[in-house]
């Protein structure tokens, strides 16, 4: 049971806040003492695992781009920008680039979003544009952070119920490999074919949630 202590670390320093990679580590090795493992073995395994998967980093090459990018005015373009189109709402905003990384989602285009280089210094600031102008006065630091919770959201959503539709995607091959360990053989295709209706349902149900942000604004 000590093994799971590290669970507890993870939960309790979310919820204090605490630093994610900082509350991640603690928890790794407490967990790998209460197993019996020596700080030396837990940091081997570390630096096996980030050998082995070395090509994640790859996007980090990115991020020097993206800060030129925005030091460059990206993000005041995209916000005045959206603020000459009169039909484009927060919410519109929004649902706009939800439909749009779904589907790229859905087609395996999974790198065509994210936090990082799209986001960031481009949805987030056109959702403030957008707001901004609808309300016709500046955003207080609130409802500012608000708007880019949304966007975040947004994000995450789509690309969660939309990359399952895809049939080569990660998550697809591991739920097919968990119910043959189970006994239960099931087509690749099958899995991604089921995930539509939920992929679906999450667009209604946040879409209606969008929506609804606009409403709230205008009142």
Do not use: C
């Not at 202590?5 to 509350?23: C, D, E, N, T, W």
């Not at 030396?40 to 570390?46: N, Y």
């Not at 947004?154 to 043959?180: C, K, M, P, T, Y």
């Amino acid at each position: 049971m000590l093994v799971l202590s590290g669970i507890v670390i993870i939960v309790a320093g979310f919820a204090m806040r605490v630093h994610p990679l900082l509350v991640v580590t603690v928890a790794a090795f407490a967990s790998a003492a209460a197993a019996g493992m020596a700080p030396l073995a837990v940091v081997a395994l570390i630096g096996k695992a980030f050998v082995d998967a070395r090509f994640l980093a790859v996007a980090w090459l990115a991020l020097p781009a993206i800060g030129l990018l925005e030091r460059a005015g990206l993000r005041e373009q995209a916000r005045a920008m959206v603020q000459r189109l009169r039909g484009a709402t927060a919410g519109r905003v929004l649902l706009g680039y939800f439909v749009l990384r779904q589907a790229a989602a859905a087609l395996g285009l999974t790198a065509l979003g994210g936090h990082v280089p799209m986001v960031r210094p481009i949805v987030a600031p056109m959702v403030e544009g957008a707001a901004e102008r609808d309300a016709e006065a500046p955003l207080d630091e609130d409802e500012r952070q608000r708007l880019r919770a949304h966007a975040a959201a947004v994000d995450n959503i789509a690309l969660f119920f939309g990359e399952d539709v895809f049939i080569a995607v990660g998550s697809i091959l591991l739920i097919r490999a968990i119910l043959q360990q189970e006994g239960v053989t099931i087509a690749p295709l099958s899995v991604a074919l089921w995930a539509i209706p939920t992929a679906l349902a999450a667009l209604l149900i946040h879409g209606l949630r969008l929506l609804r942000l606009d409403r709230k604004a205008a009142r």
